[in-house]
């Protein structure tokens, strides 16, 4: 089945303690990026991948780090978490990067609570 | 800038009523693709319709519908004859093809469906 895994979903941490969401994608996607969602902001980028070795900065990229080494992971990194960081991540991926030629597809999200 | 707007963050209506969600959207771009995506009460995101920018058509799907207008720089979504499992928060979302490629979501609308 086509699918984009995400793992934790739910994960409780305190604060300064380094945590890693994992992201795989089983499509051979090229594209791959992370959102977080909070009421009332909606879904913010904070990195996205091109292609593998190739990110960038989203929106929201403070305080995460992510790495691009093989084309299926795409792991999103907190070195240092901060209760500001509890919110609902995403991971997604589509075919290319060239502009809607497809959607996003979505993992199942993962809840971090930071305290 | 590139913004999306969703200004109605939440909306009840009777089941078999008709409901449209709004999406403003602001960018310079000649280029770029709008889509909608629905996130159930289970928390998943789902894909729901793309559209370009050089297409203005309308499309229908079922009971759902989409109105495409650049002149006012809108993207209007109509489910005709609500159902209480369409209940939901709707997503509208911008992607910009050149430059960063980056994702812009709205802030989302809760759709709250009544049998």
């Known amino acids: 089945e086509a699918q984009v895994t995400q793992n934790p979903r739910y994960l409780i941490t305190v604060t300064g303690k380094k945590l890693t969401v994992t992201c795989s994608q089983n499509?051979?996607?090229?594209?791959m990026s992370w959102y977080r969602q909070d009421p009332g902001l909606g879904l913010r980028q904070i990195y996205y991948?091109?292609?593998?070795?190739?990110?960038d900065k989203g929106d929201v990229p403070e305080g995460y780090k992510v790495s691009r080494k093989e084309k299926r992971n795409f792991p999103l990194i907190l070195e240092s978490p901060s209760p500001n960081q509890t919110s609902l991540y995403f991971c997604?991926?589509?075919?290319?990067?060239?502009?809607?030629?497809?959607?996003?597809?979505f993992g199942n999200g993962t809840r971090l609570t930071v305290t | 800038a590139q913004k999306v707007t969703q200004a109605q963050t939440e909306i009840s209506v009777v089941e078999k009523e008709d409901v449209t969600l709004d999406c403003v959207y602001e960018?310079?771009?000649?280029?770029?693709?709008l889509f909608w995506y629905k996130q159930p009460p289970s928390g998943e995101l789902v894909f729901l319709i793309r559209r370009n920018s050089f297409d203005e058509q309308n499309e229908i799907s079922g009971r759902y519908s989409w109105n495409f207008q650049k002149s006012t720089s809108s993207f209007n979504f109509t489910i005709t004859a609500s159902q209480v499992v369409d209940s939901a928060v709707y997503f509208c979302?911008?992607?910009?093809?050149?430059?960063?490629?980056?994702?812009?979501f709205g802030t989302g609308t809760r759709l709250k469906v009544l049998a």
């Open positions: 991948s091109m292609n593998v070795e190739v990110t």
């Open positions: 979302a911008l992607e910009r093809p050149s430059g960063t490629y980056k994702y812009i």
């Open positions: 960018t310079r771009d000649t280029t770029y693709y």
């Open positions: 499509m051979n996607h090229e594209y």
């Open positions: 997604a991926s589509s075919v290319t990067w060239t502009g809607g030629n497809s959607p996003l597809h």
